[in-house]
């Protein structure tokens, strides 16, 4: 067994200072460890996306990560973005949008959509495919999600004013 | 879907890590951006002993551009920084116009363009881009440094020259004549998916003919393939119509050797390049002549 490895993580906002085996992968560390379950894991290869979370501001796939690897990272996962009683813009374009069902890939494409209307605040329906095309979602289907992507950058332009 | 253990080292400077892939011989691997290796070592079809991790070495992680007009491009430069760079759009618009195809931006964000080359996947576009673009793969270890061209680098699925104590530190690539038209074209199943053939051409113009082109084929054969009937059939000609679909219909019938899977037949696939080599040629001509 290789020896356990100190790492310091910034996990929204809050650092943690844990010992974890290198083998450990960032999903598994920010579901077991932390408890943090927002971030879905499903196909564990890098294919779906549900493990998307931010990794110094870029939207990453956690499943492909050695927690190692984010030693000294700020990683910022769904439970970073609003509240049951107050949520985040773009939480509240999928829930208008009906653009979720079992909701098991929507952590996925929250955190896939912050990282990209943070750089392209206003996309086409065109762009908006293209900036999910890295995310699966089999229930809902990807029309309602792409006008959810479109909306939460509206949602998100008014907020700013 | 849990890797298996292994002993892990973090150097801090390429100094170190040369040092330890000595140290570990065969049972050493290096993890780059790991989008790769990692789903690899997920489904425990890769065990390594041990892995040296280069994402703490921040000295491989450079875009400079050379005096020739070509760029030297550090091994963990991320393809992100890559596809958002204003200088490879300047001087290698193809290179600018391949990188969205690749994987999705989360991986693109973590993957490497040096990490790309080492694993040499015969269905990926930076291997086959270097191929087209000539060039040369800087290869450091405890025991010197080397240079290879990326013609020699590649040598079957998955397999390239570097030795368990190398390091690939630097894709150096030599500046376009002016004047050059480049052209890329892909079928995969969905944005993102790894293609299913692809053709990438390169062309420079003397007035109507051509003066010199390259194309190059991926995904139809073990390694990237660097084809030789255009060279043979287009240079001193005008490309016409009939012309490049000539060198088209032969390229996919004797320059490549696409494999049956899920996805197509190699039959399917020999068309694709067919079309796709007629489709890249003509627009690389164009673009050239603009
Ligand atoms: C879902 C998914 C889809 C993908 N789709 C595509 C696609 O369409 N096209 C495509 O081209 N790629 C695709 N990829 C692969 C991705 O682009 C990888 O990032 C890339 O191929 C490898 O780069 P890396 O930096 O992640 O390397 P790693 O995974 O870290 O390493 C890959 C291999 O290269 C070796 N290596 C890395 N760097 C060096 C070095 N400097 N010196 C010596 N050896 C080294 C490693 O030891 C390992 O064997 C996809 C990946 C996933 C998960
Ligand atoms: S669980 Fe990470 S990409 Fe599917
Ligand atoms: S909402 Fe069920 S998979 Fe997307």
């Known amino acids: 067994m290789a020896d356990k490895m100190k790492v310091k993580i910034t996990v929204n906002g809050t650092l943690y200072e844990r010992e974890v085996e290198p083998r450990l992968l960032l999903s598994d560390f920010i579901r077991h460890d932390l408890g943090l379950t927002g971030t879905h894991v499903g196909c564990e290869h890098g294919l779906c996306g549900?493990?998307?979370?931010?990794?110094?501001?870029?939207?990453?796939?956690?499943?492909?990560?050695?927690?190692?690897?984010?030693?000294?990272?700020?990683?910022?996962?769904?439970?970073?973005?609003?509240?049951?009683?107050?949520?985040?813009p773009i939480q509240e374009a999928?829930?208008?949008?009906?653009?979720?069902?079992?909701?098991f890939c929507t952590p996925g494409f929250l955190m896939t959509t912050v990282e990209y209307l943070g750089k392209n605040p206003n996309p086409t329906a065109e762009e908006a495919r293209e900036a999910i095309d890295g995310n699966f979602c089999r229930c809902t289907g990807y029309e309602n999600i792409v006008e959810a992507v479109q909306l939460a950058a509206k949602k998100m332009a008014a907020h700013e004013q | 879907m849990k890797p298996a253990p292994f002993d892990y080292f973090a150097p801090t400077s390429l100094e170190e890590a040369l040092e330890k892939l000595t140290d570990l011989g065969y049972?050493?691997?290096?993890?780059?951006?790991?989008q790769s290796l990692i789903p690899a070592m997920n489904f425990r079809m890769a065990r390594p002993a041990a892995l040296v991790d280069l994402n703490k070495v921040t000295e491989l992680s450079y875009i400079k551009p050379t005096q020739d007009g070509g760029l030297a491009i550090g091994t963990m430069t991320r393809d992100s920084a890559i596809e958002d760079s204003e200088v490879v759009k300047r001087l290698f618009p193809i290179i600018a116009e391949v990188m969205p195809n690749i994987a999705h931006k989360q991986i693109r964000n973590r993957g490497t363009f040096g990490g790309a080359v080492a694993h040499a996947d015969p269905a990926a576009q930076i291997p086959a881009l270097s191929l087209l673009l000539d060039a040369k793969m800087k290869i450091q270890s405890k025991k010197g440094d080397r240079w290879v061209d990326a013609q020699d680098f590649f040598m079957g699925p998955f397999m390239t020259v570097l030795e368990p104590e190398d390091l690939l530190t630097?894709?150096?690539?030599?500046?376009?004549?002016?004047?050059?038209?480049?052209?890329?074209?892909?079928?995969?199943?969905?944005?993102?998916?790894?293609?299913?053939?692809?053709?990438?051409s390169k062309v420079v113009m003397d007035g109507i003919k051509v003066?010199?082109?390259?194309?190059?084929?991926?995904?139809?054969?073990?390694?990237p393939v660097l084809t030789k009937e255009p060279v043979r059939v287009l240079v001193g000609q005008v490309p016409t119509t009939e012309a490049i679909e000539a060198v088209a219909e032969y390229v996919a019938q004797n320059e490549c050797d696409p494999g049956t899977d899920i996805h197509g037949t190699a039959e399917y696939r020999r068309n694709l390049v067919r079309v796709l080599v007629r489709r890249s040629l003509t627009e690389a001509v164009e673009r050239a002549r603009k």
Do not use: W
């Open chain 2, 27 to 34: 049972s050493g691997k290096v993890l780059a951006g790991g």
């Open chain 2, 211 to 223: 003066k010199d082109v390259r194309v190059v084929l991926f995904s139809v054969a073990e390694t």
């Open chain 1, 94 to 103: 999928f829930q208008e949008k009906h653009a979720l069902q079992c909701g």
């Open chain 2, 170 to 200: 630097e894709v150096l690539l030599p500046g376009l004549v002016p004047g050059t038209g480049t052209s890329y074209k892909q079928i995969s199943r969905q944005r993102g998916g790894y293609a299913q053939a692809a053709a990438i």
């Open chain 1, 50 to 88: 549900a493990c998307t979370v931010l990794m110094n501001g870029e939207a990453v796939r956690s499943c492909i990560l050695f927690t190692v690897m984010a030693d000294g990272a700020d990683i910022k996962t769904v439970e970073s973005l609003g509240t049951m009683e107050k949520m985040h």
